[in-house]
């Protein structure tokens, strides 16, 4: 009976731990960037971003608590992951917090998808601000970011009174060593609608180019759906695709143009699917195009302006009307810079080949970093589809007006069953930002290439795919897996908890032995053993005098 009830009491104290809860988080984006060659030779690649992945049974403490544990290095001893908030981050804090202080991991909670609408203007560009400053650090512990409605409320709890007589939370992340892809295999989609008497006439067509990248990127890839950047603009690609279907299937006047839809991919990639796509077209090919208008981040936010930005300044007449088409539409006049390697916009990928092109956009500038045209928030629940909608209708016009020589601007060639949809955009939207397409991660079982092309198809049937290995990109950058981890939450009893398990535990051994070789025998060789070792002891300090 006593041997049973010290079992009963060893197995309660055992369960009194909680079972572990888990939820998905996301690691900061680690890569190296290898700048282009200069003429003092080659740069060695600089580390950025979050350099590990693994956590092992961490201790959680609120970054409060982690900044007034004092500071020097190693003050937090490798032992806790500092759980705070979003707006409480920037990067220097986060690198103070890992290399001064000695934390093992940092967990940022943002909002949830659900949430992120109510941000404001002002709170999503201070986090783009944040985020480029980590794409531009290197963090020697893994960072990792999550929804907060999917992290334990306890995350944020205050430790206090003595750490012996606190519950503590211990976090895990089993994830993987950190691998590089190399050579990402990426895929350009492309279709053609020809006008009707392209297949008689022998001399080239001239084509005009509607191009967009598809994929996208942020500084945390796994919490990245791109809704704006660059969905949006593949969304209008699709529903031009639509509606020139139709109009070049019923249209009295003849098209002047044949026209190409191209969604890229290696947006991130400096626009490597537009260089790539150029690279593959013979110069003939190249002289047919006469304009190409690349679609980049369209949809914006309530207020946003429209702006189409240009590389060959509106001098000739033919180039000056093509801009005017564009109307409620700022003109934005910047040169390609063919010193450096890394464009700002799409179009400039064209303008290298001398091909007059544009980017439609409601950006007004480019993004600071290359890298980053997208952010965590750029979810489709921010994304303004209204907007989306006058874009495709503005850009749409300018086309059809140019397509069909039509002198008469106020005439509307967009009306009716040829207008934007707009359920039909809201629909394409929640799709595109639902696909994976966070470069270069998306490679991988390309389902976002696929579904998209299935979309193209859907109005050009003769809608088409290439994959080739980007290995060229200048500056090079090698991404670095694995992007998501599942982290796990133990409850780890105080103290005197476990000390009280461990003398159950020696109790029950003792009373154990006792059962199986009798009372009076355990005593007996429990008085000699401890004789035994009074006499060792004794010896020993002889021996020292």
Not at 70 to 85: Q, R
Not at 320 to 337: E, P
């Amino acid at each position: 009976m006593a041997c049973r009830a010290l079992l009963l009491l060893l197995l309660a104290a055992l369960a009194c731990a909680q079972q572990p809860s888990t939820f998905t988080a996301h690691r900061l984006a680690q890569l190296d960037v290898t700048p282009a060659a200069t003429e003092a030779g080659a740069a060695a690649p600089q580390h950025v971003g979050s350099q590990r992945a693994a956590m092992s049974l961490l201790d959680a403490v609120p970054l409060r608590e982690a900044l007034a544990a004092g500071e020097g290095e190693d003050a937090l001893f490798g032992k806790v992951v500092v759980v705070g908030d979003y707006r409480e981050l920037t990067a220097a804090l986060v690198r103070d917090l890992t290399e001064q202080r000695g934390a093992g991991a940092v967990l940022v909670a943002v909002p949830g998808e659900a949430q992120q609408a109510a941000l404001t203007a002002e709170q999503v560009a201070a986090w783009r601000a944040v985020e480029s400053g980590l794409l531009q650090t290197e963090i020697p512990a893994p960072v990792y970011f999550a929804a907060r409605d999917d992290m334990p409320a306890e995350l944020f709890a205050s430790r206090s009174g003595p750490l012996a007589q606190q519950n503590r939370l211990r976090l895990s992340a089993s994830a993987s060593q950190p691998s590089a892809l190399t050579d990402p295999q990426l895929i350009n989609i492309e279709a053609h609608l020809r006008t009707p008497t392209a297949a008689t006439e022998e001399q080239q067509r001239q084509t005009i180019v509607i191009a967009a990248h598809y994929d996208t990127f942020s500084a945390v890839p796994g919490m990245t759906t791109g809704a704006d950047s660059n969905g949006s603009g593949a969304v209008a690609l699709l529903e031009l695709a639509r509606i020139f279907s139709k109009l070049y299937g019923v249209a009295r006047v003849q098209p002047a143009f044949d026209l190409t839809f191209l969604l890229t991919a290696g947006g991130a990639l400096n626009f490597a699917g537009a260089r790539h796509w150029l690279e593959a077209v013979s110069e003939e090919a190249a002289a047919g195009i006469e304009f190409a208008l690349c679609l980049d981040s369209v949809a914006g936010s309530a207020g946003d302006d429209l702006y189409l930005h240009v590389s060959k300044p509106p001098k000739e007449p033919a180039v000056q009307r093509l801009y005017d088409a564009f109307q409620n539409c700022s003109v934005v006049h910047k040169k390609v810079n063919v010193a450096n390697p890394e464009v700002a916009w799409e179009h400039e990928q064209f303008a290298l080949r001398h091909v007059l092109a544009a980017t439609f956009s409601r950006a007004a500038a480019p993004a600071p970093l290359p890298l980053l045209r997208s952010h965590v928030f750029d979810s489709v629940r921010r994304a303004n589809s209204s907007a989306l909608v006058e874009a495709i209708a503005v850009a749409g016009e300018a086309l059809a007006h140019h397509v069909f020589a039509l002198a008469d601007p106020s005439l509307r060639v967009l009306q009716g069953e040829y207008a934007p949809s707009a359920e039909r955009v809201e629909f394409l939207l929640e799709i595109v930002a639902g696909l994976p397409r966070v470069a270069p991660y998306a490679a991988k079982g390309n389902n976002a290439a696929a579904t998209l092309k299935k979309l193209l198809a859907s109005s050009v049937s003769d809608a088409a795919e290439e994959q080739w290995k980007e290995s060229s990109t200048s500056p090079r950058r090698v991404f670095y897996g694995p992007v998501s981890a599942q982290v796990s939450t133990f409850r780890c009893k105080p103290f005197f908890v476990d000390l009280a398990v461990l003398l159950v535990v020696l109790a029950y051994l003792v009373v154990l032995y006792a059962a199986l070789r009798g009372p009076r025998a355990a005593v007996e060789q429990l008085r000699g053993a401890l004789a035994r070792r009074g006499k060792k002891t004794t010896g020993a300090a002889k021996k020292q005098q």
